[in-house]
């Protein structure tokens, strides 16, 4: 089976994140944030749908912040060189 991939892109302050639903099964969709440096944040929960996966991320951007999931921290390597 073909994943089937949705994105939303966001930008905030000049701070980029990409909300990406990834379908895995029958109303089985994962759910990632990823960050101008590569990093991305995946959740464990799986949602019903990829409008459903998109909305708890925007969700979690608004409640916790565009700063938390901006940073490199502790992969500050990635930056370098």
Same mark, same amino acid.
């Given at each position: 089976m073909l994943e089937t991939e949705r +994105? +939303? !892109?966001i930008d905030i302050g000049g701070e980029k $994140?990409?909300? /990406? %639903?990834?379908? $895995? #099964?029958d109303k089985e969709w994962m759910l990632a944030v990823e960050n101008s440096h590569g /990093?991305? !944040? /995946?959740? @464990?929960?799986l949602f019903p749908s990829a409008h459903d996966a998109i909305r708890a991320g925007l969700?979690? /951007?608004?409640t916790e912040g565009i700063?938390? @999931? %901006? !940073?490199?921290? #502790?992969y500050e390597y990635l930056s370098e060189g």
């Open positions: +994105r +939303r !892109s $994140l990409e909300i /990406i %639903a990834t379908e $895995l #099964g /990093i991305k !944040s /995946i959740w @464990f929960e969700e979690a /951007i608004e700063k938390t @999931f %901006a !940073s490199n921290e #502790g």
